[in-house]
């Protein structure tokens, strides 16, 4: 069936660095992404989403580029910080918020 | 606001046995989901609602039951636990399907021995 994927696991960076985290999709007609963080032992906490009518959008130190020739999105962390430790994910919401979700990047930010 | 709460935190069960996973949110939300998240993996959905009365299969829904008979509860129901449940199960909500921010719970822990 269609994925959601990303392409690394696990993402190293010093504090202060900026991160960017990938990830790939398979639908071509996806249409809505959004970026989850997953603190160890918790929820996924939202961080940011995208529509396909759209190539960029930007929060507080966050930045999801969305390339929709190529089917991959990225999230920029800018100024990297240790609280940003976690698992992010990538998810595909095909209506309803039926979630479908990629497998997660480990961010691991040493000071 | 509470939130979205789950209960228990932590369950171990034997193979065969059955048991509810709790779900309640207080904030009016229409949209509610269950997912299941094994090790290294994202995760994946298995039963959701769109208010109450109204439940639909996800993409795992085998081994599990829902119901929604109120709005802000929606529980989740093992009939006969087999070892492949042992996964964090999330509870998540929205207040409409539309796009709307999924606030998801704190997650249960489940061991099926």
């Known amino acids: 069936g269609e994925s959601v994927g990303l392409h690394l696991p696990t993402l190293s960076v010093q504090e202060g660095d900026n991160s960017i985290i990938n990830c790939a999709y398979s639908?071509?007609?996806?249409?809505?992404f959004i970026w989850y963080k997953q603190e160890s032992g918790k929820g996924p906490q939202f961080i940011i989403d995208?529509?396909?009518?759209?190539d960029k959008r930007q929060g507080q130190r966050v930045t999801v580029l969305l390339n929709k020739t190529v089917k991959h999105l990225s999230l920029q962390i800018a100024a990297t910080q240790p609280g940003d430790s976690a698992v992010y994910f990538c998810?595909?919401?095909?209506?309803?918020?039926?979630?479908?979700f990629g497998t997660g990047t480990r961010l691991l930010v040493s000071p | 606001n509470a939130g979205v709460t789950q209960t228990p935190k932590f369950q171990v069960l034997k193979t065969g046995q059955s048991m509810t996973l709790q779900c309640a949110q207080d904030?009016?939300?229409?949209?509610m989901s269950w997912y299941r998240q094994d090790p290294g993996m994202g995760l994946r959905l298995i039963h959701y609602?769109?208010?109450?009365?109204?439940?639909d299969q996800g993409e795992v829904p085998n081994g599990y039951n829902v119901s929604r008979s109120t709005t802000e509860d929606f529980p989740l129901r093992l009939l006969s636990a087999a070892p492949s449940q042992t996964s964090v199960y999330f509870c998540?909500?929205?207040?409409?399907?539309?796009?709307?921010?999924?606030?998801f719970g704190p997650g249960t822990r489940l061991t099926v021995l």
């Open positions: 998540a909500s929205s207040y409409s399907g539309a796009g709307d921010t999924q606030y």
């Open positions: 639908n071509s007609a996806s249409d809505y």
């Open positions: 995208i529509r396909s009518n759209m």
């Open positions: 998810a595909e919401n095909r209506g309803f918020q039926k979630l479908v």
């Open positions: 904030m009016n939300h229409e949209y």
């Open positions: 609602s769109v208010g109450a009365g109204i439940t």
